[in-house]
């Protein structure tokens, strides 16, 4: 794959994700109105029709997701995007996606919540992320960019991880990544190179039918098929973590932090350092799969995290898990409504680091 000369723009995330859809091949969007994503489709209305694509404002998230399930199967390049509790309305239909063993790209510009909550930045979407979200034994590709270039490195990324495994992939951002701009290197490829898909339904001529479908009534069959995706999970952990640390070498504290905290947080560290504190950051890429290991092996030689969240405490399960069980963990987060200073985080860093 050639890439044309780069152009460099400045933009929203939100549009540049939806640039890189474009880029990876994606000419199929569905989608229903919600903010703080409407950026998304409204781009794409504009975009997808002259390049040969369809766009389709759905009537609801229901039917959104469930479009997107019949375009996947047949072997499209396809996505959906929402905002927090339109995300929730399509758990029944990513499941059957994963089930099926069906791509996409879903993608949540996370709002506040529970229930209607309102329109500012929230991290309270980890949970429903990273543990499926929907009923059953399934798991999704999660990838959480924390500048408006990874919006645009990630989409493509997660198209190409989604068609890899054949199973659904989100993007986990939210209103602060979202409609934030920064300056963006767009690079356009001359020629898009999309893998064979010969399990997709495209006309049975001179072969057999294909099958999709997420019902298993054979004895031994349905849980025969969970075993294979549970294979196809941990191929992930094993091949597919991303993740990102800043001098964490001498580190006596690291804060653990992703997505637009991460920003916040990245810049209290090197307050810390100025203070002569020996600071560092971890930054999960993979929110699914989750960098287990590596953050593990770091908690081997650094013995205090601060794992700061956009919520009341999610990610700090993961964290608490991944490292040495000797190793103190401590928490900040702030409810959706508001967002830490880069001080404030150092207040709490000041208050652990000993």
Known sequence: ???????????????????????????????????????????????????GGEFIQAESEIASINLLLGASATGKRAMTSSSSPGISLMQEGISYMAGSELPGLI??????????????????????????????DYRMIVLAPSTIQEM????????????????????????????????????????????????????????????????????????????KLYQKYERMKREEVRFETLLTEDAKLVVAAFGSMARVSKSSVELAREEGMKVGLFRPITLFPYPEKALHDLSKRVKRFLTVELNTGQMVEDVKLSVDRDVEVYFYGRPPGSLPTPEEILEEIRKYYG
Not at 186 to 206: F, H, M, N, V, Y
Request: some cysteine; charged content about 25%.
């Open 1 to 51: 794959m050639g890439d044309q000369n780069p152009e460099k723009m400045l933009v929203k995330g939100n549009e540049a994700l939806a640039m890189a859809a474009i880029d990876a091949g994606c000419l199929l969007y569905f989608g229903y109105p919600i903010t703080p994503q409407n950026d998304i489709p409204e781009y794409l209305s504009k975009h997808l029709p002259p390049l």
């Open 107 to 136: 993608v949540n510009i996370s709002r506040s919540g529970p229930g209607l909550g309102g329109i500012s930045p929230s991290q309270g979407d980890y949970f429903q992320a990273t543990r499926g979200g929907g009923h059953g």
């Open 152 to 227: 645009y490195d990630l989409t493509i990324l997660a198209f190409d991880l989604s068609d890899k495994y054949r199973n659904p992939a989100m993007i986990l951002g939210d209103a602060l990544i979202g409609q934030m701009k920064e300056p963006l290197l767009r690079r356009r490829p001359e020629k898009i190179d999309l893998p064979p898909k010969d399990w997709a339904l495209t006309g049975a001529k001179g072969r057999k039918p294909n099958r999709l479908k997420s019902l298993y009534l054979q004895d031994g069959e349905l849980s025969e098929h969970n075993w």
